[in-house]
Every structure is written in C-alpha cells, then in structure tokens.
C-alpha cells in the first residue's frame, strides 16, 4: 500500500522545497487537490524538484478545461516524472462549474465518463497520429504532427476519478484506473458501495479489479496524549462538518448509524454558524470517520482499518509543523514497506 501526503497547491516558489520535504520524510506522493491554485503547474515544479517523487492530481476540475488540453498536460507531466503521474479528475459541483469557471456541466457523471474516454483517445493520438473520439459530449478527430507532443518514453498516464455515488464508482470501474474515495469514506462505505460498485463496473466492461486502484483518504488524530490530540480532533470535526453539508453525501452519514447529520450541519450553515457545523460532529462520528492513535499505533491503527482495500492510502492533514510532518513521514514509510 503507497502512502501519499494530500496537499492543496501552493505559490510556485515555495512547492518546490516543499515536494523535496516530502519525499525525505518518507512518503511515497505527493497528491494535490485543486483549489484556487491549479494543481498542474504545483505538479511540474515538484516533478523537477523531486525526482522520483510521484505526483497526482486528487482532483483537477475536469470540465473547464478541454479533454485535449488535459491529456497533453498530463503527457508531459509523465514525461517530466518518468511515468510516476496519475491524472485524477472531477465534476466538482453545479455552481463551481457553471458560475466560477463558465463551463457546462450538463449530465455530469455521463459527460466525466466521455471526457475520460476523450483524454485516452488523445493519449493513443499522441503515440500513434490519429485520433478518433466520437461521444455525446466531446468530438475529437483532428491531429497533426505539430500540434502533438509526441512519443513519450513511459506508459500513458493512469487516469482517476473521484466518485462517491453508486453510479459513479461503477462508471470509475468501467474506463478509469483508480478511483477517489471521498473524504467521508469510511471502512463501512467502502465495503458496502466503493468495492462491489467498482467490480461491477469492471465486469461489465471485461476489466479486472486488480487494475483499478482504490485511493482513500484517511482524517488522522494522532498524538501521545489527549492534548496533543485535541487540536487535531477540532481541525477534522471542522473539515468533515464542510464535507458533511453536501446533499448528495448525506447517505453516507445515515448509512453509518448518523441520521440527519447533513441536515443539521446545513441549517447551522445557512444561519453562518461555522462552530455550529463543526459542533453537529460528535465524538462519535470521529471515532467512525477518522483514526485516533498514539504515533506508536498509528501505522498499524491504519493498516487495520485500510489493509486489503486501499492501494493508495493519502493521508489528509499530515500537514503542520515540520517535526509532525517527519514523523507522518515515517509512519508512511513504514506502512509502505510492508
């Protein structure tokens, strides 16, 4: 299992002392999560940076940006890292799209999956010359030499989605090669939606499961005394009220024995209430959606909860100061070598 530290692009001048942090302290990549800094440019400094290092996007916003423009962006990330980039992709939401980006957004989970299709068939265009997508969203035909990157000298890039809905996970089965697991994705969900809906998805398409990753990320409360942990549980009760008032999500809560927590967390979000949001997220749903340990018991809290289900295991807020950041970095390490 590969342990990755999550990150939220920084300014171009600091990512790059920051992807070499990264991989001294031991983890195996570097995963950037689009924000208000686009994660493709982070990922070219650090690939220089850091050889070695891998580094993915968890998540690019797909729709704003054509299915052309990403393939030759994640072509040359390939190449600059010697084929250790995953291109992950998604929706994100109706609003963000429609009203920050001015893209469409129209049938989100059918348009991702032709989009996904599209950035391949550019892939296959850019080692053979022709290209030849034709989907209901994205029509792709035309290619000359000069207007190809070429021949690279490492595999096509592995191509992700993020998905948390049934039909999502099982579409990621059929044309992706891994899939995001949601923040929110605990050992439950992922036993009773993300494994099966996946292995659907890949028989129905004639693909093994062994192809498709299963990428998770872990909230961790990590500390050698309830003090030292107490900071940490307030700044993931926080993060996982913010996730946690999204609609479509709010099955997963249920499911987990947590009735009517996104409703609750929503009406203190419209009131402007943000103590109010994280205050919906009880002790309880911690103990459920994160990992609370000792850093003795750390690795072994994780590998118990995620062993055998996670190819690739992001850790979430590892995050802080450098001496925390280090001895995340151990732990990843050692997870990563067993």
């Not at 948390?164 to 949601?182: F, I, K, Q, S, T």
């Not at 913010?242 to 609750?264: K, L, Q, V």
């Not at 009131?271 to 609370?292: C, K, R, Y």
Request: charged fraction near 20%.
């Amino acid at each position: 299992m590969h342990v990755d530290v999550m990150a939220i692009p920084q300014p171009l001048g600091k990512v790059g002392e920051f992807a070499r942090q990264t991989q001294a302290a031991g983890f195996s990549g570097l995963l950037l999560t689009e924000a208000g800094r686009t994660a493709y440019l982070n990922a070219a400094i650090a690939s220089q940076a850091a050889p070695g290092l891998e580094i993915s996007t968890g998540v690019a916003v797909a729709f704003p940006r054509s299915p052309f423009v990403t393939a030759a962006t994640a072509w040359e990330l390939q190449e600059a890292t010697a084929g250790k980039f995953r291109l992950g992709l998604g929706t994100q939401v109706r609003t963000h799209v429609v009203r920050r980006y001015g893209a469409a957004f129209d049938h989100p989970g059918p348009r991702l999956r032709d989009y996904v299709l599209a950035v391949k068939a550019c892939f296959s265009a850019f080692r053979t010359g022709t290209l030849a997508h034709h989907g209901p969203f994205y029509d792709l035909d035309f290619i000359t030499p000069q207007w190809s990157p070429g021949v690279i000298d490492a595999p096509d890039p592995k191509v992700d989605i993020a998905a948390v809905n049934p039909w999502m996970l099982r579409m990621a089965g059929e044309v992706a090669d891994g899939v995001h697991v949601h923040p929110l994705g605990e050992p439950g969900y992922i036993a009773r939606h993300v494994v099966p809906k996946v292995a659907e998805g890949a028989h129905k398409a004639g693909r093994s499961t062994a192809d498709i990753d299963i990428i998770v990320p872990a909230m961790t409360i990590v500390g050698d005394s309830d003090e030292e942990r107490h900071q940490e549980r307030e700044l993931v009760r926080a993060s996982m009220s913010f996730y946690g008032s999204t609609p479509n999500y709010a099955f997963i809560w249920d499911e987990a024995g947590f009735d009517g927590t996104t409703a609750r967390i929503r009406e203190k979000q419209k009131a402007g209430d943000f103590a109010g949001m994280a205050a919906q997220i009880t002790d309880e749903h911690l103990a459920v959606f994160a990992t609370e340990s000792t850093w003795d018991e750390l690795g072994d809290s994780l590998i118990a909860k995620y062993g055998g289900v996670a190819t690739r295991l992001v850790l979430y807020n590892a995050l802080g100061d450098s001496k925390r950041f280090e001895r995340y970095g151990e732990i990843a390490r050692g997870i990563s070598s067993r």
